[in-house]
Antibody
Framework: EVQLVQSGAEVKKPGESLKISCKGS????????IGWVRQMPGKGLEWMGI????????RYSPSLQGQVAMSADKSINTAYLQWSSLKASDTAMYYC???????????WGQGSLVTVSS | QSALTQPPSASGSPGQSVTISCTAT?????????VSWYQQHPGNAPRLIIF???KRPSGVPDRFSGSKSGDTASLTVSGLQAEDEADYYC???????????FGGGTKLTVL
């Protein structure tokens, strides 16, 4: 059974760093994209970026390039999304998803809620 | 503002059909050849219901169908059921197919 399990909710202060994770199981982790999707409170889905764990190829949404960083450790079937300096506007639910293509996400994680508040 | 425009809301009565549109409003949406649709119930992760414009993943009822004409893709839900009440998002490529973009979403209400 394909599963993506994300790390738990986080409460951080502006300026702090954060790294959230997404662990895949039940499939060959290295051979599918992992996408990250943001959903701000009460808002729609936002395509953030994708990473191919096999060779760590990444593609970012131009609007988010430089604001977040994606990485993956294929040895432990885990992808990461990280911030070096959080802002209040980063408050959102973040989903990871398995990507057969950059726009075809067939399995999703449960979401990681990130709250940034002073 | 998303490069893919969806109506904010749609509604229909049980048993009826409803169609949700998704229009590419930016030339940056390269070719608009591939479109996916996602369903999201409140508090849940999205679910893929249509990919490559017209294809359904296994397990998705055939009440859900997709189509495209020019710069507008459409999702039709036939034989509306109460459980179809959810938010629906289209998704396509942008930036010479280098990245993706979601539409703004449509809240479907089953009356």
């Amino acid at each position: 059974e394909v599963q993506l399990v994300q790390s738990g909710a986080e409460v951080k202060k502006p300026g702090e760093s954060l790294k959230i994770s997404c662990k895949g199981s039940g499939y060959s982790f290295s051979t599918y994209w992992i996408g990250w999707v943001r959903q701000m409170p009460g808002k729609g889905l936002e395509w953030m970026g994708i990473i191919f764990p096999g060779d760590s190829t990444t593609r970012y949404s131009p609007s988010l390039q430089g604001q977040v960083a994606m990485s993956a450790d294929k040895s432990i079937n885990t992808a990461y999304l990280q911030w070096s300096s959080l802002k209040a506007s980063d408050t959102a639910m973040y989903y990871c998803a398995r990507g057969i293509s950059p726009i075809k996400f067939d399995f999703w994680g449960q979401g990681s809620l990130v709250t940034v508040s002073s | 503002q998303s490069a893919l425009t969806q109506p904010p809301s749609a509604s229909g009565s049980p048993g009826q059909s409803v169609t949700i549109s998704c229009t590419a409003t930016s030339s940056d949406v390269g070719g608009f050849k591939y479109v996916s649709w996602y369903q999201q119930h409140p508090g849940n992760a999205p679910r893929l219901i249509i990919f490559e414009v017209t294809k359904r993943p296994s397990g998705v009822p055939d009440r859900f169908s997709g189509s495209k004409s020019g710069d507008t893709a459409s999702l039709t839900v036939s034989g509306l059921q109460a459980e179809d009440e959810a938010d629906y998002y289209c998704c396509s490529y942008a930036g010479s197919n280098n990245f993706g973009v979601f539409g703004g979403g449509t809240k479907l209400t089953v009356l």
